[in-house]
């Protein structure tokens, strides 16, 4: 049978190019093994050490979800697909809820599926976390069984290219350029130019331009995070960010950030809007 979201062991060599890497069974005794082995194949398939270690984190807490409050027992596939690497867990079995009857799977969002039963999620179960690591997220409700799929961008072949930040006026505003990667190393130098242009002009009117955003991880979505609290710190001045790439746009509508942000489709777009309150990130 086909899990929902996954790849087919009879269909790995079609001209879709997808490549399985690790298919593997588990339950309570085989956490460790797995955190292991997803490390060791998360690396090998191209992910840097530090977004393996987040998807080690993600499927470990998607792992123990199913062990911990759904069947017990279940299944992690990772595959290699258009420069994205997957990862499934799914839960093939029943868990018995609290009064007694059987419910399929463990994630909550299958409640949201009319006649599929759920496992319930309480708070502290990992979804949310997964969220904030992966670059994707997609829960699918079975009658037998639940999955959850988490993708990780894989970026362009070669070496990651080198942050850059770039600073220019339009329109009443100054537009920060940023090229390159934005991640642990770089997020404190986006956060420091933007402390630096409050401190000067308060009330600034700030855009990000992120078009030229080659890779992005957990800490540099924290350095934009941080970089909004900054400008709301200070009254009168304003944040917007431009050219968001669809893979960062998708993953604020999924973790539930999209509204911390204000997004036009270019820089001097967003350099030139009306001065006052702006609608939720869009792009």
Request: proline residues 5%.
């Amino acid at each position: 049978m086909k899990k929902a979201g996954g790849p087919e062991a009879g269909h790995l060599a079609s001209a879709d190019a997808v490549v399985l890497i690790l298919d593997q069974a588990l339950d309570g005794d085989s956490l460790y093994r797995l955190r292991a082995s997803v490390a060791t194949h998360a690396v090998r398939a191209g992910l840097s050490e530090r977004r393996a270690d987040d998807l080690v984190i993600a499927a470990h807490e998607l792992a123990a979800n199913v062990v911990r409050h759904g069947s017990g027992r279940g299944r992690l596939r990772i595959w290699k697909h258009d420069q994205m690497l997957h990862c499934q867990v799914t839960d093939d079995g029943t868990a018995k809820t609290a009064d007694g009857s059987q419910q399929s799977g463990c994630y909550s969002d299958a409640g949201s599926v009319p006649g599929l039963p759920t496992w319930p999620i309480e708070p502290g179960h990992g979804l949310w976390l997964v969220r904030q690591l992966a670059d994707q997220t997609s829960l699918h409700p079975g009658i037998s069984g639940s999955a959850a799929k988490i993708s990780f961008a894989l970026g362009h072949p070669g070496s990651a290219e080198p942050f850059m930040l770039a600073e220019r006026s339009s329109g009443g505003s100054v537009i920060l350029a940023v090229a390159g990667t934005l991640d642990l190393n770089s997020a404190g130098q986006l956060a420091d130019s933007v402390e630096r242009l409050l401190a000067g002009y308060p009330d600034a009117r700030l855009v990000i331009d992120l078009a030229d955003l080659t890779f992005w991880d957990a800490f540099g979505l924290a350095g934009l995070l941080r970089a909004q609290g900054q400008v709301a710190a200070s009254p009168g001045a304003s944040l917007t960010l431009a050219r968001l790439p669809d893979q960062l746009a998708l993953h604020l509508k999924e973790t539930g950030l999209a509204d911390r942000f204000t997004s036009f489709v270019g820089p001097d777009e967003a350099a030139g809007r009306p001065a006052g309150p702006e609608g939720p990130c869009s792009s």
